[in-house]
């Protein structure tokens, strides 16, 4: 196979190592097809479908199995790339204790992809993964630069009897609230002026209004990122920031009148 080197093979696959590049191939495909895989494509229908073998599976047996035959190298590999890619390094972390808490924080998370959305499961992991480092490289900003407690300001707020208001309970809730924007948002991708950017931004926020649960995890703070989300809405849609920032005007509105019409 010239300089690739198998390094696992069995009866159902084959890892290949090109220099620092590892694919993980069907060996049946490679029989029918006759070719040689590429290096690049290391997450492809064979791990995909192993995900979801692995979310149908009954036992932790299977899961395992599943796994560490099919999912490991992979997931590896991803995480490697994205850290590297995006330059997501940590103070005070080596590569692999970075590499080593990602994808340790990405196994609590598979569990809730739904194959039934008809997503990726690798669109989906390497969402989860670039969230979460950029998440955690924010914390630690702050915290090296924070100067004034957040703490020691909400207690001192919370023993100052000018600075108390009690909110009566409101029944609506974030989940509520943002099913109706949905609902909004969708009407307005319909409408006959919308732009093509303006319809590719407004696709990719509904995918993450519907998903913000599972997307943007908590990162101490339990408050969506602004950096976070202007990064995912140029990945999804391949918008510049000022295309981003132009298209966006359509939906605040959007958002604004549902705010109003919530407050009545």
């Not at 989906?124 to 979460?132: A, E, H, S, V």
């Not at 943007?216 to 981003?244: A, C, G, P, V, Y």
Request: charged share 35%; glycine share 2%; hydrophobic share 30%.
């Amino acid at each position: 196979m010239g300089n690739n080197e198998i390094v696992i093979e069995d009866s159902n696959k084959i890892v290949i190592e090109d220099s620092d590049k590892i694919v993980i191939v069907d060996s049946d495909e490679l029989k029918k097809k006759g070719r040689k895989p590429n290096p690049n494509n290391y997450f492809a229908e064979v791990e995909e479908n192993a995900v979801r073998e692995y979310l149908t599976a009954t036992t932790m047996d299977e899961k395992n199995k599943i796994y560490n035959n099919y999912l490991k190298v992979p997931l590896d590999k991803m995480i490697s790339s994205i850290i590297r890619r995006y330059k997501l390094y940590r103070k005070d972390m080596s590569f692999e204790e970075i590499h080593v808490d990602t994808h340790s924080f990405l196994m609590t998370k598979v569990d809730k992809f739904k194959p039934s959305k008809e997503k990726k499961a690798y669109s989906y992991f390497g969402t989860i993964c670039k969230n979460y480092l950029m998440g955690q490289i924010m914390k630690d900003q702050k915290e090296t630069n924070r100067k004034i407690s957040y703490e020691d300001i909400s207690s001192d707020l919370q023993h100052t009897p000018d600075m108390i208001y009690r909110i009566d309970d409101d029944a609506l809730t974030t989940e509520e609230t943002i099913k109706k924007f949905l609902i909004k948002l969708k009407d307005s991708m319909s409408e006959k002026s919308i732009t093509e950017q303006e319809v590719r931004l407004g696709q990719a926020l509904y995918d993450i209004f519907e998903n913000y649960n599972d997307i943007f995890l908590d990162t101490s703070n339990n408050k969506f990122n602004k950096n976070i989300i202007l990064f995912e809405l140029r990945e999804m849609t391949n918008l510049s920031t000022k295309e981003i920032r132009s298209s966006i005007k359509r939906y605040k509105k959007v958002y604004f009148q549902l705010v109003q019409d919530l407050l009545k």
